[in-house]
Each structure stands twice: as C-alpha cells, then as structure tokens.
C-alpha cells in the first residue's frame, strides 16, 4: 500500500508531454477552440494519470461547449472535435510506444494503433440505439451530446492509459513522447 501513497504524490515531471493548444475550429464564422474544456483537462494533467479519472475530469466534459454561443449541435460536434484531437495525440504515444517494440514482436499492435479513428468506431451505434430507447424529441442533440461525451469518456481513458506508461519510459521514441530525453 506504501507504493501506492507513493505514487500518488509522485512528482509529475514524469508527465510532462504536452498536445500544444487545442485546434481551432471555424463554426458559424466564428473561431471555436475547445479552451474550457482543454484547460480543465490540463489541470487534471498537472495531477498525474490519476487525474483523469476522476470525476473532476468527467466533469471538464463539455465545458467549451456549454460557453459556446453558437448553434448548439455545432458546438458538441466542435467539442467533439477536440476530443478527437486529444485521441490522435494520444496516438501518436501508441504508434511510439510500439514502435519501440522490437522488430517482428506484436505485429498484431502494430496493427491496431495505426487508426485513431478505431478507438471511436462503435460511438455513433452505440449512442444511435441509447437515444432510440428514449424517444424524445430532441434525439438529434441527444445524439450529438451523446456522441461528443462517450469520445471524451474514451479519450480520457487512453490518455489516462498512455500516461501511466509513460511514468516507465526510460529511451526511445516512446520516452522522446513522453517528455523524457534519452540519456
């Protein structure tokens, strides 16, 4: 039980990987940056892998969102988007965490981290058939809500995941991803 107290107050250097700023999107002539969202996720960050899942951090979804002042529908899929964003960066650790594999060993990972988009696959049939069990009215938005928040329910699982090994990267392209340099 000590180990787990002491990783938990680790420092967090170890987590040091940044995404940049979130991407701007061009929704209703206007400039959309998921910047509530993204800045409440970092905060979750900045407390090591065991920040994002937590509920603070479910609850940064859908900040930018709700602040958003544009169509409503527009402004989830623009979420979205960054919530998307966040997976790919996410990604982009995998692809450098197997690319550190060596040759011939788990082509089978080599395989499943070459798609983003495969982390989402299922989230538009899945949401498709929560919202026809309900029958409302606003099913269109249920949809959109629905669909923007299982991705950033996924996103943060992933980047939770990626993370935590990153706190075991030592060398390589995967470490380099990690914030850590060789040596």
Same mark, same amino acid.
């Given at each position: 039980m000590k180990w787990l +107290? #002491?990783?938990?107050?680790? &420092?967090? +250097? %170890?987590?040091?990987?940044?995404?940049? @700023?979130? &991407?701007? /999107?061009?929704?209703? %002539?206007?400039?959309?940056?998921?910047?509530?969202?993204? @800045?409440?996720?970092?905060?979750?960050?900045?407390? %090591? &892998?065991? $920040? #994002?899942?937590?509920?603070?951090?479910?609850?940064?979804? $859908?900040y930018s969102a709700r602040a958003c002042t544009a169509d409503p529908m527009a402004c989830l899929a623009a979420e979205q988007a960054y919530w998307d964003w966040r997976i790919a960066n996410n990604y982009n650790g995998l692809q450098a965490w /197997?690319?550190?594999?060596? *040759? $011939? *060993?788990?082509?089978? #990972?080599?395989?499943? /981290? @070459?798609?983003? @988009?495969?982390?989402? +696959?299922? /989230?538009? #049939? *899945?949401? +498709?058939?929560?919202v026809g069990q309900t029958e409302t009215t606003t099913a269109e938005a249920d949809q959109a809500a629905c669909e923007m928040r299982e991705t950033a329910l996924i996103a943060l699982e992933l980047e939770f995941t990626v993370r935590q090994a990153c706190a075991a990267a030592k060398d390589g392209a995967f470490a380099q991803f990690c914030g850590k340099t060789d040596g």
């Amino acid at each position: 039980m000590k180990w787990l +107290a #002491l990783f938990l107050v680790m &420092p967090v +250097a %170890g987590f040091t990987q940044s995404f940049g @700023a979130p &991407p701007v /999107v061009e929704l209703d %002539g206007m400039a959309f940056a998921a910047s509530e969202t993204d @800045a409440c996720i970092n905060d979750q960050v900045s407390k %090591g &892998p065991g $920040g #994002l899942v937590t509920r603070a951090a479910r609850a940064c979804i $859908g900040y930018s969102a709700r602040a958003c002042t544009a169509d409503p529908m527009a402004c989830l899929a623009a979420e979205q988007a960054y919530w998307d964003w966040r997976i790919a960066n996410n990604y982009n650790g995998l692809q450098a965490w /197997v690319a550190d594999l060596a *040759e $011939g *060993e788990n082509n089978d #990972l080599r395989a499943s /981290v @070459a798609n983003p @988009a495969a982390a989402t +696959a299922n /989230v538009v #049939l *899945e949401c +498709a058939l929560r919202v026809g069990q309900t029958e409302t009215t606003t099913a269109e938005a249920d949809q959109a809500a629905c669909e923007m928040r299982e991705t950033a329910l996924i996103a943060l699982e992933l980047e939770f995941t990626v993370r935590q090994a990153c706190a075991a990267a030592k060398d390589g392209a995967f470490a380099q991803f990690c914030g850590k340099t060789d040596g």
